[in-house]
């Protein structure tokens, strides 16, 4: 309730203040604008920029990063060794 009574008085006297106040209002807002547009012009840049910089390092890494022949043999020698031992124990187990 109290909360309710607090938010009616200061919107009453914001709109009173804003009634007598309204030339420097306008001019308040008509610096804070182009100040506003200036700071989240900036802070889309650089996320922009960041994110281009993100997408340069994935398509680095794909490139430099050759696939070792003996690494693929050598784990597919072990899948098909595991693949064995399962079938060997579900045979045990049936």
Request: aromatic share 8%; hydrophobic share 45%.
């Amino acid at each position: 309730m109290k909360t309710l009574i607090g938010g009616a008085v200061g919107a009453v006297v914001g709109l009173i203040g804003m009634s007598i106040w309204w030339k420097p209002f306008l001019q308040l807002l008509a610096g804070a604008i182009p100040v506003t547009l200036l700071l989240g012009g900036g802070l889309a840049l650089y996320l922009g920029f960041d994110e281009l910089k993100d997408t340069w390092k994935k398509e680095d890494k794909t490139v430099d990063t050759p696939i070792e022949t003996e690494d693929t043999e050598k784990y597919k020698e072990e899948i098909d060794d595991l693949k064995k031992e399962i079938e060997t124990l579900k045979a045990e187990k049936a």
